[in-house]
């Protein structure tokens, strides 16, 4: 692996300077931002997000790459994406999200490189002291917050049963176990029965399909033996679709997606199809999914948070970067700043809190939290 590493930073350094000759005074204009998402398959909305922002500024200004779907197997991939970004000189900053494992490494990679880029990291999933480290700014939903959302909105369904589906490598994230912690806990102060199921990961043999499969099967076996009154919340985002599917056609309930947001999963399990001119008109897929989910007896028991967060950190991520590249401010953290992008982008208020973590906290990393919308 080291030597993979070093042949990709050895090559891109070469290109890096080559390109620094072809273009030795920059001008005002030249500036790009490379966004680093995950692929359609995995994430379709932080994918679209990240297109949105292509298509406002155009290729002259915007780099798009995606991580690779099995990116736990293939982080020299997800370095030299990182990597290949940095080695054009007009590039002022990177957003990357979800920061999958590999993206540490990789931005370890891009300071060799480069030490003068602003570096955004959405949705990480490597524990805290190792991508505050590393990127300048880290976003993140209030996962501890969520302990305490999620079954206080499961509750307000009307929840009697509330199951957690996961797999081993999403819980030996530190945030995400906690969370679930925190969610059993409060669950049985309401009166909720806590079930925690184990689902195959999407990145391992069985894969995406594999995956997405089993939630099909095994939400109608567990509504069949715990009744219609129970909530379903999945960790992983390519299950997100199955499961609002299998959660409508058993009558259960259904929380909040793991990145609560109307766009995620919804559209595409209920069949909504968005016109063109009706794309990022939050309004307009709030109506359609409540209006679908009336029709399918679901009213009362489906819910989201009002805003796309993940897509969020993409595009007020990107426009908090082209300030701070037009020098607007010079401090790569501003938080008064950025509630103003992310208020921009949404609408809504949203609450910041900085992480603190075993009696650390990191200056640089914050969570966000919003309330629920019920269809």
Known sequence: MYNSRKRIFIVLTIVFFLSLMTFPVLGQDKWKIGIMTNTVTQNEEEYRAAQHVLAKYGPEHIIHMTFPDKFMDEQETTIANLVSMAADPDLRALVICQAVP??????????????????????PQEDPPVISSRADLVLQMDEMGMGVGIPTQAKFLGAKVLVHYSFPRHMSYPLLSGRRELMKKISEELGIEFVDA????????????????FILEDVPRLVEKYGKDTAFFSTNCSQQVPLISAVVSTGALYVQPCCPSPYHGFPSALGIEIPEEKQGDLDYVIEEITKVMAEKGMAGRTSTWPVPVAMMFIEAGAEYAKDWIDGKFTEKVNIPLLQEKFFEYSGVEAKLTQLEEGGVKYDNYYGILVDHITF
Do not use: C, M
């Open 102 to 123: 590999g993206t540490s490494p990789g931005i370890d990679s891009v300071k060799e490189l480069r030490d003068d880029l602003l570096i955004i990291a959405g949705q």
């Open 198 to 213: 184990t689902s195959p990961d999407p990145t391992g043999d069985a894969g995406i399909s594999g995956s997405q499969q």
